[in-house]
């Protein structure tokens, strides 16, 4: 096992407590809890004037074919909303549900079993390939999906039509089912992304240039096999709720299939620039799109409905910026938070010392300035005993201060030797 040693040189490590105390502050989800409430309000307000008309799509399949329809789509949707998420948007995932499709339905006759898992090991197969070119290779993600994506066009084209197909159709039970399985997925798989750790953990991943190396591979690998895998479980269930009476089963449109998903996947909230997103957004897009496609049919607008998808592209982009804007820290806040920790901090807290008295000790200092000369200090002005009596009034010490009481040097004592002598005495 390899351990990264440390280094002793001049400079010291650049990283230092304020670095790591002086992290941005969260993404705020508030935004996207909003943006999630209008979605559900516009795709509940579509689905009622949906429900209203006597024509269009609606009216010929009613609930079950809108949800053999939404299925899908919301798989689609949460394939590209996680390509997203870890910074290499999958475009292929109409070409690779358009492989899956074509797989499930040719190997149909072998059981319903051998077919699924034929049709997931496709999707998983092309997965491989565009994770490595993503995770390994470092190519741009839309540049490794669109290889992926033209390749599987163009075996698609040589391929020819798949064998009969052998299984009855899915119930609407069963639609239901998938229905519910694609949008509980797509909540857990938003909820998984809203935990901050996992966000930092996708933050070098959107900070590093493309083409340069973040660390982040496997994480790279991961999310895209699994985008991979939800496009493939989206055209196997395509092929499988869309079993006409006679003759070829009706493949996906792949290049229609991509731009619903994209669409989708941005107008739920998913950023273009990776890492931020919400929770319930990718589903209620995937539903308010459906909605006002199949709406369009329903009342004869004079315009294909592919455009609304298109268009859903467009208004994505508005939102990813919406998204980006909202999440961006205000200078309040980054000086709130980059002041975290400081030293400076510390010394505002403690109280502050009080005032020095200036001159007060002025006499004293010409005190201690004339001990230092060789002058005389109970002669110095000041507040100090003066000259003839340094002990206060007692006059207790008086005598040895006059020389007319000693001898030569008038420190001799009543009664007692003269200093001289203990002097010359002990001085020899």
Same mark, same amino acid.
């Given at each position: 096992?390899?351990?990264?040693?440390?280094?002793?040189?001049?400079?010291?490590?650049?990283?230092?407590?304020?670095?790591?105390?002086?992290?941005?502050?969260?993404?705020?989800?508030?935004?996207?809890?909003?943006?999630?409430?209008?979605?559900?309000?516009?795709?509940?307000?579509?689905?009622?004037?949906?429900?209203?008309?006597?024509?269009?799509?609606?009216?010929?399949?009613?609930?079950?074919?809108?949800?053999? /329809?939404?299925?899908?789509?919301?798989?689609?949707?949460?394939?590209? /909303?996680?390509?997203?998420?870890?910074?290499?948007?999958?475009?292929?995932?109409?070409?690779?549900?358009?492989?899956?499709?074509?797989?499930?339905?040719?190997?149909?006759?072998?059981?319903?079993?051998?077919?699924?898992?034929?049709?997931?090991?496709?999707?998983?197969?092309?997965?491989?390939?565009?994770?490595?070119?993503?995770?390994?290779?470092?190519?741009?993600?839309?540049?490794?999906?669109?290889?992926?994506?033209?390749?599987?066009?163009?075996?698609?084209?040589?391929?020819?039509?798949?064998?009969?197909?052998?299984?009855?159709?899915?119930?609407?039970?069963?639609?239901?089912?998938?229905?519910?399985?694609?949008?509980?997925?797509?909540?857990?798989?938003?909820?998984?992304?809203?935990?901050?750790?996992?966000?930092?953990?996708?933050?070098?991943?959107?900070?590093?240039?493309?083409?340069?190396?973040?660390?982040?591979?496997?994480?790279?690998?991961?999310?895209?096999?699994?985008?991979?895998?939800?496009?493939?479980?989206?055209?196997?269930?395509?092929?499988?709720?869309?079993?006409?009476?006679?003759?070829?089963?009706?493949?996906?449109?792949?290049?229609?299939?991509?731009?619903?998903?994209?669409?989708?996947?941005?107008?739920?909230?998913?950023?273009?620039?990776?890492?931020?997103?919400?929770?319930?957004?990718?589903?209620?897009?995937?539903?308010?799109?459906?909605?006002?496609?199949?709406?369009?049919?329903?009342?004869?607008?004079?315009?294909?409905?592919?455009?609304?998808?298109?268009?859903?592209?467009?208004?994505?982009?508005?939102?990813?910026?919406?998204?980006?804007?909202?999440?961006?820290?205000?200078?309040?806040?980054?000086?709130?938070?980059?002041?975290?920790?400081?030293?400076?901090?510390?010394?505002?807290?403690?109280?502050?010392?009080?005032?020095?008295?200036?001159?007060?000790?002025?006499?004293?200092?010409?005190?201690?300035?004339?001990?230092?000369?060789?002058?005389?200090?109970?002669?110095?002005?000041?507040?100090?005993?003066?000259?003839?009596?340094?002990?206060?009034?007692?006059?207790?010490?008086?005598?040895?201060?006059?020389?007319?009481?000693?001898?030569?040097?008038?420190?001799?004592?009543?009664?007692?030797?003269?200093?001289?002598?203990?002097?010359?005495?002990?001085?020899?």
């Amino acid at each position: 096992m390899k351990f990264d040693t440390l280094r002793r040189d001049d400079d010291r490590d650049s990283t230092s407590s304020m670095d790591v105390l002086s992290e941005p502050p969260a993404d705020r989800m508030a935004v996207h809890v909003v943006w999630e409430i209008g979605l559900l309000l516009l795709g509940g307000g579509v689905l009622f004037a949906l429900t209203q008309s006597a024509a269009g799509p609606f009216a010929e399949g009613s609930w079950g074919g809108f949800v053999a /329809a939404l299925a899908p789509l919301v798989l689609l949707a949460s394939a590209v /909303a996680v390509s997203l998420r870890v910074g290499a948007v999958n475009l292929a995932v109409g070409p690779i549900a358009l492989l899956s499709a074509w797989i499930f339905v040719d190997a149909s006759g072998s059981g319903t079993a051998v077919a699924l898992a034929m049709g997931m090991a496709a999707a998983g197969f092309a997965g491989f390939a565009l994770a490595t070119l993503c995770a390994w290779l470092r190519v741009p993600g839309w540049a490794a999906g669109g290889a992926v994506g033209g390749a599987l066009g163009l075996w698609s084209g040589t391929a020819g039509e798949p064998s009969a197909f052998m299984l009855a159709e899915l119930p609407t039970t069963g639609a239901l089912a998938a229905l519910a399985g694609a949008v509980g997925l797509s909540l857990f798989m938003g909820l998984v992304g809203s935990f901050a750790g996992l966000r930092e953990r996708l933050a070098p991943i959107r900070d590093t240039p493309a083409g340069d190396r973040h660390g982040r591979g496997g994480v790279v690998f991961i999310g895209l096999l699994l985008s991979c895998c939800l496009a493939g479980a989206a055209g196997v269930l395509t092929a499988w709720t869309s079993v006409p009476a006679e003759g070829a089963p009706a493949l996906p449109d792949p290049i229609l299939l991509s731009v619903m998903a994209l669409g989708a996947a941005l107008v739920g909230g998913t950023s273009l620039l990776g890492r931020r997103g919400g929770v319930c957004g990718t589903a209620f897009a995937a539903l308010l799109l459906l909605g006002l496609m199949w709406l369009s049919e329903a009342r004869g607008w004079s315009f294909d409905p592919s455009w609304i998808a298109l268009g859903a592209i467009i208004a994505g982009f508005l939102v990813t910026r919406l998204v980006e804007s909202m999440n961006t820290p205000d200078e309040d806040e980054l000086a709130s938070t980059g002041r975290a920790g400081e030293v400076g901090d510390l010394r505002e807290d403690e109280p502050p010392l009080p005032p020095q008295r200036e001159g007060g000790y002025d006499d004293y200092d010409a005190d201690f300035a004339a001990v230092g000369s060789g002058g005389d200090p109970w002669s110095a002005t000041g507040s100090m005993p003066r000259a003839g009596d340094p002990f206060g009034a007692s006059g207790a010490f008086d005598d040895l201060r006059d020389p007319r009481l000693g001898g030569e040097y008038g420190y001799e004592a009543h009664g007692g030797p003269r200093y001289d002598d203990g002097r010359g005495r002990f001085g020899r």
